[in-house]
């Protein structure tokens, strides 16, 4: 897993605060399309990845306000209650603050596996909510979207990269 | 990595500081709205905001349908066009009998003094989404309160009765489906008239009737229909067939089983019903703590 495109320590452009937006708007956009059936039982939350990926990488520059704003959106666009994603949302980039020196030295593999367990604490969080809310559990289906949502690392970070990749200079020997 | 040196003794506050922050303002959003439903005008405002990128989510959708329709074959459509034809004189015939009915019905209504049926309008709408809440059995309609819906009108399909509309948005509206757990309906057996409450279980395809008694007479194969009591909905849609019956006598109520009728989790196209209910108001608090009160045992 470990080659060289996605070792740790590689050599990346500033990365553009208009780009980190325009993920962030894209991953709202996936999360707002019309799913139903089973892509939507397995579907995962790609506005929570993305925003753990940015925090992870930017803690600087993605944080607490952009989450918490990105939930209140998600609590709209589902019609659920106000305020359950903006607090999942909250403890997702705080966790991906806290943690964002430890995660990088990972490899990708090793990556997944602190991406998947804090995917679920956000779903848990939800999950708390509702149920104190008074709403039934969904089912076990309801972490499948976490899993995918961490095999869909890697990809992601490749994705998000690849703008802030120097174009390799032809004269270079 | 940075062009510009990091701001080192500028961080604001700690993370935990801006967490906690965070958080306090969540758990204070999600008690008004959840508790005290303060909230409705923020949710409007930004539902607002949020209607373009849900029109630019769909666009590709409703693109690759209109693409779609453009490359029907001419047979398909005279076939349909035949069907349809067919299905407008069949309809046709029936209505003209219905037209005959319903004013022979006003008729023996005004002989018997009995109050007149409200008249009933709708308004076609078309399903945009299902609802991506996994705790809630929810559609999201393309018609809102631009188009005079209102929280609490019946939403129905060719078949029968799919839910009832809970939240209007300036041009969107939610659905919330019969098969939602926190969904009720009152029911009449057509077969014996006899009255239930027909409750939602919260997975598609099941609803249950509520707090039967063990010898009620409900068999498997028949026929629930509203029966018009709540003021909701009017009387005599279609709601749902009895499929499996159990009576244990461990338990108190019988648990009964049903299957919605219409397509409550597949549909395109719905009906919002828009019916004047002039039922006389309930009876308010202040009058029922005035009735004599039994007297308590012992006293």
Known sequence: ?173 | MEYTPPPFFKRGPAPLTRLLFCSLLSVALLIADARYHYLDGIRQVAAVIIYPLQRLAGAPGAMFGRIGEFFVTQSALRTENARLMEKDLQNSAALQKYQALAAENVHLRELLAARQRSPESTITAEVLYTGRDPFARRVVIDKGRQHDIRAGQPVLDQIGVIGQVTRVYPWLAEVTLITDKEQAVPVQNVRNGLRAVLGGTGSDGHLELKFIPLNADFQNGDQLVTSGLDGVYPSGLPVAVVSNVERNAAYLFARILCTPLAGVASHAQVLVLNWANKAPPQPSDQEKSQRPKKPRRGS
Not at chain 1, 28 to 35: A, K, S, Y
Not at chain 1, 53 to 66: E, L, T
């Open chain 1, 1 to 173: 897993m470990q080659s060289r495109e996605f070792a740790p320590h590689e050599i990346l452009l500033p990365v553009k605060p208009a780009f980190i937006a325009f993920t962030l708007v894209a991953a709202l956009i996936v999360n707002l399309l019309p799913w139903s059936g089973w892509p939507l039982a397995l579907k995962p939350d790609f506005v929570a990845l993305a925003l753990l990926y940015w925090c992870i990488q930017q803690p600087r520059k993605v944080g607490f306000a952009s989450a918490w704003l990105l939930g209140l959106m998600m609590d709209v666009a589902d019609g659920s209650l106000f305020g359950q994603h903006a607090l999942a949302y909250s403890v997702l980039a705080f966790a991906g603050i806290v943690l964002h020196r430890r995660v990088l030295m990972f490899t990708m593999r090793d990556q997944i596996l602190h991406v998947i367990p804090l995917l679920l604490v956000n779903d848990l969080i939800v999950l708390a909510i509702r149920k104190i809310a008074g709403a039934d559990f969904p089912g076990f289906s309801y972490f499948a979207g976490s899993l995918i949502a961490g095999v869909l690392w890697p990809s992601l970070c490749f994705l998000f990269k690849l703008p802030q990749r120097p174009t390799p200079d032809p004269d270079d020997v």
